[in-house]
Each structure stands twice: as structure tokens, then as C-alpha cells.
């Protein structure tokens, strides 16, 4: 059987058989859904290349544009800690008590020399403790009093020292005797103990209210 030229071109470009009712697919979403994946995919790119390239200072443009975010929680207030009023208070560290009475050891001196007349058994030695007192309640408020019979020493020999005002007189001193301390006001004092020698890690215990507060005066 043979075949004419033009059949012959016919059944060699024919793709076959036609789809059914002639029509083509269409093809402008197909384009537009490639533009768009292309717009991405540029600005992710610019966004990479963005973020390594350098400003004038040498800070990336990244962290240009995350030290301007504010962070999540940088307007979230801090909760202040109650102070635990049953802790020893450390060296130079102001202790409140119940009453508003607030307590600082400036100054730990141990020994303190002995001189004149006053004589001590060589197991024994003199300490002294000055303290600063503030009223830190409102103004209006009656006077606390505060006594030398509020304080003591403590040691971890379980010995208990209480003031010793007779023994020694120290020129200049500002010995606590009794105060009256009015709301907003500071005053000191120092007080003298006879102590064991050999006694260590000495605490100064002092007696506000119907609450005692222990100040650490030397080291454990």
C-alpha cells in the first residue's frame, strides 16, 4: 500500500488521537503560580544576602533589625524578694526587724586591748560591736527604745556573753547605754563583751520586740 507525501507528513507530526471536545488546557494560572513562586524564592534570597552584608559599624543588617525588636518580656516587672527576717545577717549588711528597727554592724574589733588596771584571765578577751540603728517607720510613730540588755554574743562553744559596761571605760566611745530612737532617725552605739578566747564564729543576737535577729561578726 502506498502512501502519499502529505500523509506521510501527517501521521509523523500527529501527536494522535485529539481530546475530547478540542480544547487545550489552559495555561495563565500555571504561569502565574510560577511567577509567584519565583517572587518568593528572590526575596528569601535577598533576605539571606541582606543579613551578612555589613554596615558602616560592622553590625549585619540582621542585628540592626533584631536590636530594634523588643524582646518579649522587657516589660514584664520584676518581683522584688521579701527579705527573709529569720536569716543571719551578714558582715555590714543592714538587718530589719518586726518592729521597723533596722540593725548594721559597722565595726568588729577583736580583741580590743586591754589597758589601765582592768586585768583578764588569759583565757579570756574583750570584743567590741558597734552597730548603727535606723527607725524606718513614718513619721508620727512614737520613739522605740533600744537597750544594751537587747543584745548578746553568741559563740559555737554554746556560751552566751551579755554587755560588760563596768569592766572597761574606752576614751571618746560612744558606749549604748539606752536610746530612743524617733521614726526616720539613725543613731549608734558600741558595745563591749568579755568573751571566751578560744570561742569562735561569734553572732551578735539582738532582741527587738518580740523578735531576735542574729549578725554574723566573724566568720565560721
Known amino acids: 500500500m502506498s502512501f502519499s507525501k502529505e500523509s506521510r507528513y501527517r501521521n509523523v507530526t500527529s501527536t494522535g488521537e ?8 489552559p495555561q495563565r494560572p500555571i504561569l502565574i503560580g510560577a511567577a509567584v513562586i519565583l517572587l518568593l524564592c528572590c526575596c ?5 544576602i541582606g ?8 553590625q549585619s543588617l ?10 518579649i518580656g522587657s516589660n514584664v516587672p520584676t518581683v522584688t524578694p521579701t527579705p527573709d527576717k529569720n536569716a543571719i545577717v551578714l558582715p555590714g549588711k543592714p538587718g530589719l526587724a518586726d518592729n521597723g528597727l533596722e540593725l548594721t554592724v559597722t565595726n568588729f574589733q577583736r580583741p580590743l586591748p586591754v589597758k589601765g588596771t582592768v586585768t583578764l ?4 578577751q574583750l570584743v567590741l560591736a558597734s552597730v548603727r540603728i535606723r527607725n524606718t517607720n513614718k ?11 537587747d543584745f548578746q554574743v553568741k559563740g559555737d562553744g554554746g556560751l552566751v556573753y551579755t554587755p560588760n559596761l563596768k569592766l572597761v571605760t574606752i576614751p571618746n566611745a560612744n558606749m549604748l547605754t539606752e536610746l530612743n530612737i524617733p521614726s526616720g532617725a539613725t543613731q549608734e552605739g558600741e558595745l563591749v563583751f568579755q568573751i ?4 569562735a564564729s561569734l553572732k551578735l543576737a539582738w532582741k527587738a520586740g518580740t523578735q531576735t ?8
Open 51 to 58: 543579613s551578612m552584608i555589613p554596615s558602616r559599624n560592622g
Open 139 to 149: 513619721t508620727g510613730t512614737p520613739p522605740i527604745k533600744v537597750t544594751a540588755a
Open 213 to 220: 535577729r542574729l549578725f554574723q561578726l566573724e566568720p565560721k
Open 18 to 25: 485529539s481530546r475530547r471536545g478540542g480544547r487545550t488546557p
Open 44 to 48: 528569601c534570597l535577598g533576605l539571606v
Open 62 to 71: 540582621k542585628d540592626q533589625l533584631g536590636s530594634n525588636i523588643p524582646s
Open 196 to 199: 571566751a578566747a578560744d570561742d
Open 121 to 124: 584571765q588569759p583565757d579570756q
